[in-house]
């Protein structure tokens, strides 16, 4: 299931087009994690929108050549992503941060993170200048932060 909303494809996708300009759409659909049918909806979306060029190719292959329109596209859409990105983040600081107070009013000195993720990373930097001490992180990649 495709749960990534329509600009971010976009944006992924005229990222991989940035990449590498004769590619298929079969490859395209493989890196982005989505349909085939639904590259095919974007790449016409952004010609249609004068966002790309495809140029025709021997052999069967095709060219796309992103716009000055497109690259103007890519901008915003890269610009909007961020925000998002950085509101998210900001949001997601705000819980552990509401959470960590619960925590030292009922007097919890010690947490063990369960996760090795970003919300894991921003735990563990959410707890410098506190009164608590992260004791362990129960991980699935190599222990970053030298804490186990």
Not at 53 to 60: E, R
Not at 94 to 107: L, R, W
Not at 112 to 125: F, P, R, T
């Amino acid at each position: 299931m495709n749960n990534h909303p329509p600009e971010d494809i976009s944006l992924r996708l005229l990222d991989e087009l940035t990449k590498e300009s004769v590619i298929t759409q079969r490859a395209l659909a493989d890196r982005l994690g989505i349909a085939l049918g639904l590259v095919n909806a974007y790449v016409k979306r952004l010609y249609n929108k004068g966002h790309i060029k495809v140029k025709n190719l021997p052999k069967n292959r095709v060219k796309y050549i992103i716009t000055p329109k497109g690259f103007a596209e890519k901008a915003k859409l890269t610009y909007s992503y961020m925000n998002r990105s950085i509101d998210y983040f900001r949001d997601v600081r705000q819980k552990i941060e509401q959470t960590y107070a619960v925590m030292m009013a009922s007097d919890v000195k010690n947490i063990l993170l369960w996760g090795d993720g970003e919300v894991a990373e921003l735990c563990y930097i959410s707890t410098r200048g506190l009164p608590l001490k992260i004791v362990g992180v129960v991980a699935t990649r190599n222990d970053k932060y030298g804490i186990n």
